[in-house]
């Protein structure tokens, strides 16, 4: 178990412990950029990979577009 691994269970078991959803994670966009797929879909108890995707990629245009901008290699380029 990778260190991001147990410290996302404990973050897990701490929201358990408060009656908070395991979608809470969804406004911790910070925890989730370092993990592994695989390891958040078994963490979070889900029945494959592509569930918790769909659960954690559903972002607003809004986003998208912040992401397109701060990502977009048209924005980097040095003339």
């Given at each position: ?5 147990l ?14 959803s395991?979608?809470t994670?969804?406004?911790y ?6 993990g ?15 569930v918790?995707?769909k659960?954690?990629?559903d972002f607003t ?10 990502y ?5 380029l040095?003339?």
């Amino acid at each position: 178990m990778t260190e991001f691994e147990l410290q996302l269970g404990n973050f897990m078991l701490y929201c358990s412990s408060k009656n908070l959803s395991t979608k809470t994670l969804k406004s911790y966009d910070q925890t989730l950029k370092g993990g592994e797929w695989a390891s958040l879909s078994r963490i979070f108890g889900h029945s494959s990979v592509e569930v918790t995707q769909k659960g954690y990629l559903d972002f607003t245009d809004s986003e998208i577009g912040k992401k397109y901008q701060k990502y977009s290699p048209l924005n980097h380029l040095k003339v």
